[in-house]
């Protein structure tokens, strides 16, 4: 059975046992109405205490068979602390209405902990953990155009927008159909096949000029995997041309590159005079460029030598701007 399935199947015994939360329900009434075997339903009510769900069975003595119950759900202390500090990335934003949604999630959430000990510990912890993101733009003027998007991915319909193209420098009108929305960069973005193109691509939420949907549904790619699409992108820019690119990092940036990981692929080679060698497999894109002159003198690329001569002409460009008397 595939995962959607079974979490359709998981969802389907939830709502049975919410249905029946007065009196509880047997095994084999959830089987009848999933139309499933007895001992698949038993399985999954074993994955939903596994999960975390408070599934018992009914304390009714006269009952014929065992009943089992979905008790309220509540948090303990660390739960609860665990997700205000996971909610802050996204209530620090501005214009998203998905904030007031998470914001009464919370209060109620505040509202169910499991008890007084860890409703104190909770109050005292939660102002000690700081969850620090660039904060996104104010994104109140693309409030309905992400409400849109947001329900054209649940059911599935195509949309047509205009688009301002920062690759190409026009404003365009095009198909799309909608499959992901997803933050990178300080930046809302959506994936989506374009018909223009016949592909998945990246359109930036705050460059699109209009979105309407249309009536007629699309089936999407179902081996379309964001993290797949997005594997060799160094941040958010998809492509085509994978390159490994090899640049020396001299200290102290070094230190940085030892410290932190700037993509997945990254390797290290380490060099006697503490110079590191950095290899990286991503996506030839401005976005990588620019990062890389970001870090000045610190890192000299090595290959591939046509970017080794991109970075050289960038650089003496600016020299030159610089070394030119003021106006």
Not at 66 to 91: C, D, M, N
Not at 178 to 206: K, M, S, T
Not at 224 to 230: I, T
Request: net charge positive; aromatic share 10%; charged share 20%.
């Amino acid at each position: 059975m595939s995962k959607a399935n079974k979490f359709h199947r998981l969802t389907g015994v939830m709502h049975i046992l919410n249905s029946n939360s007065g009196q509880g329900i047997s095994a084999k009434e959830i089987a009848a109405s999933l139309q499933i075997c007895e001992r698949t339903a038993y399985r999954y009510l074993r994955s939903l205490r596994e999960l975390g769900y408070p599934v018992r069975p009914s304390s009714d003595p006269e009952a014929r068979e065992r009943k089992y119950l979905l008790t309220p759900v509540s948090f303990t202390g660390p739960e609860a602390l665990a997700l205000a500090a996971a909610s802050q990335s996204l209530l620090s934003q501005a214009g998203l209405a998905l904030c007031q949604h998470l914001q009464s999630a919370l209060v109620k959430m505040e509202s169910v902990i499991r008890s007084g000990e860890d409703t104190n510990a909770y109050r005292r912890l939660k102002p000690h953990f700081t969850y620090l993101s660039e904060e996104l733009r104010d994104y109140s003027p693309w409030q309905e155009m992400i409400a849109t998007l947001t329900d054209c991915i649940r059911r599935s319909r195509s949309v047509t927008a205009i688009y301002d193209s920062y690759s190409s420098g026009k404003v365009t009108q095009r198909v799309l159909d909608p499959y992901h929305l997803f933050w990178g960069e300080g930046n809302l973005y959506l994936a989506a096949h374009c018909h223009i193109r016949n592909q998945v691509c990246n359109f930036r939420i705050d460059r699109f000029k209009s979105v309407k949907a249309q009536n007629n549904p699309f089936t999407r790619n179902p081996s379309f995997s964001l993290e797949d699409y997005l594997g060799p992108s160094f941040r958010v820019w998809s492509g085509t041309e994978e390159v490994s690119v090899r640049f020396l990092v001299y200290p102290p940036a070094s230190r940085f590159f030892r410290e932190s990981c700037y993509h997945n692929s990254q390797q290290l080679e380490e060099l006697a005079d503490g110079r590191i060698i950095c290899t990286l497999n991503v996506y030839n894109s401005p976005e990588l460029k620019s990062w890389l002159l970001s870090w000045g003198k610190q890192v000299e690329v090595l290959e591939p030598q046509a970017l080794r001569e991109q970075i050289k002409e960038e650089l003496q460009a600016g020299l030159g701007r610089y070394n030119q008397q003021q106006p």
